[in-house]
C-alpha cells in the first residue's frame, strides 16, 4: 500500500483521513480532494507513515491556507515546523 485517502463529509467540516506513505506522485489526487466542496478542511494523519519533502510541503501549504491537521505525529510535527528532516 502507497496511500489511501479516505473522505468523510459532515455538513460543517470535510475530513480526509490519509493512511500510509504520502508521496509527491499521491499529491494531485489528495489536492483534487482538498479542493473538492465547501466545508472546512481537517486531514487526519494519524496513519500517516511516511513523507517525502514535497508531500511536506504540500501539507504546509494546506495549514497555511486554514486545514486542521490532526494526529500529527512528534516526527512530522518537526518536519513541519522546518527542524526535522
Same mark, same amino acid.
Given at each position: 500500500?502507497?496511500?489511501?485517502?479516505?473522505?468523510? !463529509?459532515?455538513?460543517? !467540516?470535510?475530513?480526509? %483521513?490519509?493512511?500510509?506513505?504520502?508521496?509527491?506522485? !499521491? @499529491?494531485?489526487? +489528495?489536492?483534487? @480532494?482538498? #479542493? %473538492?466542496?465547501?466545508?472546512? /478542511?481537517?486531514? *487526519? /494523519?494519524?496513519? /500517516?507513515?511516511?513523507? *517525502?519533502?514535497? #508531500?511536506?510541503?504540500? +501539507?504546509?501549504?494546506?495549514? #497555511?491556507?486554514?486545514?486542521?491537521?490532526?494526529?500529527?505525529? #512528534?516526527? /512530522?510535527?518537526?518536519?513541519? !515546523?522546518?527542524?526535522?528532516?
Amino acid at each position: 500500500m502507497t496511500v489511501r485517502i479516505t473522505p468523510t !463529509d459532515t455538513s460543517d !467540516d470535510r475530513v480526509l %483521513k490519509i493512511d500510509g506513505w504520502l508521496h509527491a506522485p !499521491d @499529491l494531485p489526487e +489528495l489536492e483534487r @480532494l482538498c #479542493a %473538492k466542496g465547501e466545508q472546512a /478542511l481537517t486531514l *487526519d /494523519l494519524s496513519e /500517516l507513515r511516511s513523507v *517525502d519533502d514535497a #508531500a511536506v510541503s504540500f +501539507l504546509r501549504q494546506q495549514r #497555511a491556507q486554514g486545514a486542521r491537521l490532526i494526529g500529527v505525529s #512528534a516526527y /512530522l510535527t518537526l518536519r513541519l !515546523d522546518g527542524t526535522g528532516r
